[in-house]
């Protein structure tokens, strides 16, 4: 099961604007990823909360439900549709629902543990019951934010028999570390599947930190979000590896005593820039055979001096599979990828690429808009 966690940011109290957005992250998220469920945060129609309920919650659920049952079923997807501010009868609740991929409202939940130091208590009724249903034939069940802290809720659910647990949240920037710790550790002690999604932006003073994951029983990350609005999708690992390898040109361009009338290196330190990458460079010892000896070097971890004494490019002499980090990476689950804005039957690295463990090459031939040695391999077709 492909879940995407939708880790939405919202306007306080806008509630057109919030369920115009969600719908569109949805739509997004589907085109895009293919899941078999997607995830709202928790009162994303309001925010987190507003002072006056009145003028943007949804009466009885009818708009959520509505709007989204119609879209589960026009996108065939399953939709844990968070949780909104809902307006029954003369109070409100903190009420989720989940529809299935024929747009039948599956469940609905009132949150049960209102978050006090807010004041969430007067503003909302808590509910009295857990919450169970099952998508695409799997046992799954939903808490709301603030009932992570309480571990028996969880372990009711899980000796209910759920083996996936929805947590949908809006969780404070400055607690981002209790929230990860507390998803982590209801999975584990559970034996169960658990997937997270926080909300991010701002509502009044409290910024929502992100963090949204999928995370599996032994309490490892499946898929992993950061603070920004994005989607978490979990079904096999979703962090990326990039090695980019430049000759020592590249090096000189973080040097002070260089200028440059225009960026040699632009993609590369975009990457670098990237507030989700961490970047550090690979020193080999040789170059006597240019680039294909560097690009060896690299990603086996020998030598190309230790392969013969003759001057030769070691792409030359690799004929069948070798241990490299691309092989590595791809015996844990990740899927592995080599880009060269070269020809394929040059050094053979059509296959050289292959014998080393990548799963998808690409060449020149298969590139659009490419540009001379430093800059990156171009925009793909």
Known sequence: M????????????????????????????????????????????????????????????????????????????????????????????????????????????????????????????????????????????????YDIRFPELTRTLALEGVDLLFVVAQWPEKRTMHLETLARARAIENQMFLALCNSVGAAGETRCGGHSAVIDPWGEYLARAWDGEETSSGQGKQVHLVMVMNEAFSDITDDPAFTWEEDPLPNLHALQRDP??????????????????????????????????????????????????????????YHTSFFHPGDDWFYNRENVYRWLGAEETVFADEMEDLEYKGRLYGRLH
């Open 276 to 333: 989700h990458a961490l970047s550090g460079h690979v020193v080999v010892p040789g170059f006597a055979g240019g680039t294909a000896n560097t690009e060896f070097d690299v990603l086996t971890g020998m030598q190309t001096n230790a392969l013969s004494a003759a001057t030769t490019s070691a792409l030359r002499v690799v004929n069948r599979n070798l241990d490299s980090v691309l092989r590595v990476f791809g015996d844990e689950g």
């Open 2 to 145: 492909k879940i995407s966690c939708i880790q939405m940011d919202m306007r306080l109290g806008a509630a057109d604007e919030n369920f115009a957005h969600a719908e569109a992250l949805i739509r997004e998220a589907v085109s895009r990823e293919r899941p078999d469920v997607a995830v709202l945060p928790e009162t994303w129609n309001t925010g987190f909360f507003p002072q006056d309920l009145t003028a943007c919650a949804d009466r009885d659920g009818a708009r959520t439900k509505a709007v989204f049952s119609a879209l589960a079923r026009e996108l065939s997807v399953n939709i844990v549709c968070g949780s909104v501010a809902n307006r029954r009868g003369d109070g409100f609740c903190n009420t989720a629902y989940v529809f299935d991929r024929s747009g039948e409202a599956l469940a609905e939940y009132d949150k049960t543990h209102l978050f006090t130091p807010s004041g969430e208590h007067h503003a909302f009724r808590a509910g009295d019951r857990t919450c169970r249903f099952q998508l695409d034939g799997k046992k799954c069940g939903l808490i709301i934010c």
